[in-house]
């Protein structure tokens, strides 16, 4: 049902955890379970410097926001913005259709600590 790169982000998933003193926090749950991403973020220069997650949720959710943070990672703040859902789902080879919901954690929680970052840097 899922493949190998989901099973691989969500065995070892990539980039687990919280950063103290986060420059920007996103948070968003999932209406349809339940289930909630939080994405922290580092930023110098306009730029992702560090980027972390905690995810409580299914597989593909953690699949999912882990790829979002290898996908981040070192980009432009404008260029973060533009990851989509579509876009994560895509570079897991996809997600079965009943799971593609879950992938809209993943980049609307980057685009929320991208926001709280800009309002805390305006
Ligand atoms: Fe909730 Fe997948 S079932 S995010």
Known sequence: MYTDKVM????????????DGADGVGEV?????GD???IFLKVENDVIT??????FGCGAAIATSSMVT???????????LELSN??????LDGLPAQK???????????????????????
Do not use: Q, W
Not at 29 to 33: F, L
Not at 70 to 80: S, W
Not at 86 to 91: C, S, Y
């Open 8 to 19: 691989d982000h969500f065995s070892n998933p990539r980039n687990v955890g919280e950063i």
């Open 29 to 33: 749950g999932n209406a349809s379970c």
């Open 36 to 38: 909630i991403m939080k």
């Open 50 to 55: 560090d980027v972390k997650f905690k995810t």
């Open 70 to 80: 290898e996908m981040a990672m070192g980009k432009t703040l404008d260029e973060a």
């Open 86 to 91: 579509a876009a994560v789902a895509e570079a």
């Open 100 to 122: 593609m919901h879950c992938s809209n954690l993943a980049a609307d929680a980057l685009h929320e600590a991208i926001k709280d970052y800009k309002a805390k840097h305006p």
